[in-house]
């Protein structure tokens, strides 16, 4: 096994990437929803209403999720609570298929809401725990990669299966239809994730936490060398509380008994991930697209598409991250999404009176609607995608991570949340150019914001950055 004088980077990579998987699980838990909406209202005979619920309640679940998982993980460990995610989802994987009615599968679909929200702030702590701090963010952005990824394949998958048996609600194999073998297919990643977890080690820092020292010597030890080992657990040792485990109150300072600041910022720059837009474009791009000429059966090809412009841009980030810096990469993101959202709500407002019931695009305006959604996307995947996890992952001081992270992902969810349920009245009151100008608005929002209260992480130790935070 290749070791440098200071890293096992094989092992540290080996242990990234297992830890990632909960990413890729998140990304095609979300994304294997897309192609089953039509089948599932014909399935269970539910109403426009009910239907929504169907896929929007997945979310709630996830902000769930987010909240208990990062005060479990602080009580139990990271290593235990991600085995208890990577077994909800396999539960909700295979519930997801069997369900005949709206409600049992509402309930399959809350408990895998429950394992993406936990896995969406766990993956990324753990990895940023093991993690050298040169290549932090590049390893953390695995997550992120995976996310993109489980995404890609969930479409992919949708698309082959709905076209070999003919439509998502066709029968396929064994007397089963299409939407139930799209969500079977997680199945498989599921188990691999299950597994695999069996055989990393826990967190090193959450074993200080506990007073397992020499238990987190010997890990770190396997990933670094016995000297720095040692090293680094003394200065762990240092920003973590000695007399009791964490709790979700230590988010507050002792004196003021307010909130510290450091939270607010992780639960702004986790909102403003789903503020900027991403959601509106993902979950209602089928407008664009049919505007612009698309058929209506090319809908499950597109998405396929666009997941690839989202993995090529997010492996950059990986680059960049760490060379260029967390801070820069936001500025731009923030910016850029901005603009690319901007010119698609001014084409939408120019193409038509009534943005809801249909848009007439033809030639160049067409091609610059899809151009600037591309755009968008490559945005996002460049910067704020990858890096708002990077950061939720390292930010935080080690004596209130997990409570931190609890609070940051709820807030990212609710926002999703929210925006999923929104968006279809702003459209139906406003118009689709409208609507997309206003999370156009978010994104220099968003520039402001990190501008302002976003402090650089690059380079630094989780203990430098801990003590920044006393």
């Not at 169907?54 to 979310?59: P, Q």
Request: net charge positive; glycine share 10%.
């Amino acid at each position: 096994m290749h070791r440098t004088k200071e890293n096992n980077l094989s092992r540290i990579v080996m242990l990234s990437t297992i830890a990632a998987l909960g990413g890729f699980l998140f990304g095609f838990d979300s994304g294997v929803i897309n192609g089953t909406v039509d089948a599932l209202q014909t399935a269970f005979h539910s109403d426009a209403i009910g239907t929504g619920f169907n896929v929007a309640s997945v979310l709630l679940g996830c902000a769930i999720g987010a909240f208990f998982a990062g005060m479990l993980a602080d009580k139990f460990g990271r290593k235990a609570t991600l085995i208890g995610a990577a077994i909800a989802f396999i539960i909700s994987a295979w519930g997801s298929g069997i369900s005949s009615s709206s409600s049992e599968f509402i309930v399959y679909r809350l408990l895998g809401g429950l394992a993406v929200g936990a896995a969406s702030i766990l993956s990324p702590a753990y990895i940023g725990e093991i993690a050298p701090p040169k290549i932090r963010g590049r390893l953390i952005s695995l997550q992120q990669l995976a996310i993109v990824l489980g995404l890609f394949f969930a479409f992919f998958s949708n698309y082959n299966l709905a076209t070999v048996a003919g439509g998502t609600s066709a029968k396929l194999w064994w007397g089963y239809d299409a939407w139930q073998w799209m969500f079977w297919v997680e199945l498989l990643p599921a188990f691999v994730f299950f597994v695999s977890l069996l055989f990393i080690p826990e967190s090193p820092r959450y074993l200080v936490a506990v007073h397992k020292t020499e238990k987190a010597t010997q890990i770190l030890a396997g990933i670094t060398n016995l000297e720095n080992a040692k090293k680094q657990v003394a200065e762990i040792r240092k920003t973590v509380l000695q007399e009791r485990k964490p709790r979700l109150s230590d988010i507050l300072r002792q004196k003021t008994k307010k909130i510290h600041p450091i939270v607010w910022v992780g639960v702004g720059l986790a909102a403003l991930q789903t503020f900027t837009g991403i959601d509106v474009v993902f979950y209602y791009g089928a407008v664009l697209w049919q505007a612009a000429g698309f058929t209506e059966g090319d809908a499950l090809l597109t998405n396929v598409i666009i997941g690839g412009v989202n993995i090529g841009f997010t492996i950059l980030a990986m680059f960049l991250v760490d060379r260029v810096g967390r801070k820069p990469l936001l500025l731009i993101g923030g910016l850029g999404q901005a603009v690319m959202l901007g010119l698609m709500a001014v084409i939408f407002q120019l193409s038509a009176d009534d943005a809801v019931e249909g848009i007439e695009m033809s030639g160049t305006i067409g091609l610059m609607a899809l151009f600037a959604a591309i755009g968008f996307i490559a945005f996002f995947a460049l910067t704020w995608g990858p890096v708002m996890w990077v950061m939720l992952g390292e930010m935080f001081p080690n004596k209130f991570r997990g409570a931190a992270l609890a609070v940051a992902g709820m807030a990212n969810w609710l926002a999703n949340f929210l925006v999923t349920i929104t968006f279809p009245v702003i459209l139906a009151r406003f118009g689709l150019g409208v609507s997309y100008g206003i999370y156009a608005v978010f994104g220099v929002v968003a520039f402001v914001f990190v501008y302002r209260y976003v402090h650089e992480t690059k380079g630094k130790t989780l203990e430098e950055l801990s003590l920044e935070q006393e």
